[in-house]
């Protein structure tokens, strides 16, 4: 996930682990705990062509994304496509590009996109939470790649990492110009706030967090100061959970962190506290066996703290479909660490699923 509920869902969590007993004061420097293991969110690739693009979801908001072309593509054809979203609270610069640079090395064209008040797509007030939203910049993006020339509308799929799983799943349900569907370490960002990890998070928990921001409202409808929730912390301490570590590793330290232009580091993957509650209503795995016969493909590592996300959404989706467990990965390790992501079996999806005439 980005973060957006780690707080949240770390604090319910913690209700039931032992103290360490430290002082929470002593911080830590802001530096990887692990570069290694072949993380390259920053990747770039001489066998493909980038170019910025934009484009109007069904709202009139432009969102804006990154489209890869294979250079050795074959223009004269109309080829498959792949739409990479990336992580809740994240900008396509991070784990997203490397995803559409990856596949398109892979010989298909795709576009990673900013999600609608993130990045560099439109949207007030910032970071702000609105998954119906999210789902429609997924079709708008199907929109424009399916009337560019060298693309076969009838060819496209999508692949939704951390939150973005959710997303396009929700998408998927109600556009079935969507042929394939992938996620990777996926969040059910509805689930992860309702009820935390492992349902860790009480009823009466839940309804405190909604009740804080609902009062919110009044402060900011008259005026008052827009208040963040979640998201990563700035720095370490000797108190900090595993799982906020592990994400820290990744959004600020120089191994994916990344500041869109006009935003401000501290508030990169912290959403607006009072329209983060929306996700209490946000249930993407519902019908989801609705999307079958479109095949689906859930990645998620072995040790990945989002596991159960990915099963869940396995047992529940309709066939074909399939549950890939990546030895040795961790939640985060699959946003970036290019030799544990199991490209060969999504580049085997895709050339299956989206192959002349099989997507029909």
Same mark, same amino acid.
């Given at each position: ?22 002082? &929470? ?18 990747? /770039?690739?001489?066998?493909? *062509? ?6 109007? =979801? ?9 489209l890869f072309i294979p250079r050795?593509? !074959? ?9 990479? @979203? ?13 995803y559409a640079a990856k596949m ?6 795709? #576009? ?17 939470? #609105? ?5 429609? !910049? ?30 396009? *799943? ?24 309702? =009820?935390? #990890? ?12 909604? &009740? ?11 005026? @008052? ?5 979640? @998201?990563?912390?700035?720095? #370490? =301490? ?15 330290? %120089? ?12 508030? /990169? ?14 249930? %993407? ?9 479109? %095949? ?20 529940? &989706? ?6 890939? *467990?990546?030895? @040795? ?9 290019? =030799?544990? *992501? %199991? ?7 895709f050339n299956k699923h989206l ?6």
């Amino acid at each position: 996930m980005n973060t957006c509920v780690i707080s949240n869902f770390l604090k319910a969590a913690a209700a039931g682990m032992a103290t360490v007993g430290m002082a &929470a004061t002593l911080i830590m420097p802001a530096m990887a705990e692990d570069m290694s293991k072949g993380a390259t969110n920053f990747f /770039t690739s001489d066998k493909v *062509i980038v170019q910025k693009v934009t484009f109007k =979801n069904q709202y009139q908001m432009k969102v804006t994304g990154n489209l890869f072309i294979p250079r050795n593509l !074959d223009r004269s054809a109309k080829n498959p496509a792949i739409i990479v @979203g990336h992580p809740m609270g994240a900008v396509k610069e991070q784990s997203a590009n490397l995803y559409a640079a990856k596949m398109a090395e892979r010989g298909f064209v795709t #576009l990673s996109l900013d999600l609608s008040f993130w990045g560099e797509s439109e949207g007030q007030p910032r970071n702000a939470v #609105l998954p119906d939203l999210y789902a429609e !910049d997924y079709s708008a993006a199907v929109d424009y790649l399916g009337t560019q020339s060298i693309v076969d509308r009838q060819r496209i799929g999508v692949i939704g990492v951390c939150g973005s799983g959710s997303f396009v *799943i929700s998408a998927a349900k109600i556009d079935p110009r969507m042929k394939a569907i992938a996620t990777v370490s996926m969040y059910d960002m509805g689930a992860a706030n309702r =009820n935390a #990890l492992n349902h860790s998070q009480t009823l009466e928990q839940r309804k405190k967090i909604i &009740a804080e921001a609902a009062e919110q409202r009044y402060v900011e409808f008259t005026g @008052g100061k827009t208040r963040y929730t979640s @998201g990563t912390d700035p720095e #370490l =301490n000797k108190d900090t959970h595993p799982i906020q570590r592990e994400f820290f590793d990744f959004y600020r330290t %120089p191994r994916g962190e990344y500041t869109p232009k006009g935003s401000s580091p501290k508030l /990169t993957t912290h959403p607006t506290l009072t329209s983060n509650v929306k996700f209490m209503n946000f249930y %993407p795995f519902n019908d989801i066996e609705t999307i079958s016969p479109r %095949p689906m493909l859930f990645i998620t590592g072995d040790a990945a703290h989002s596991r159960e996300f990915s099963e869940e959404a396995y047992k529940l &989706a309709g066939e074909p479909k399939e549950l890939h *467990i990546v030895p @040795g990965a961790g939640h985060v390790d699959l946003y970036d660490r290019v =030799n544990l *992501i %199991p490209w060969d079996k999504l580049t085997a999806f895709f050339n299956k699923h989206l192959a002349q005439g099989a997507a029909r």
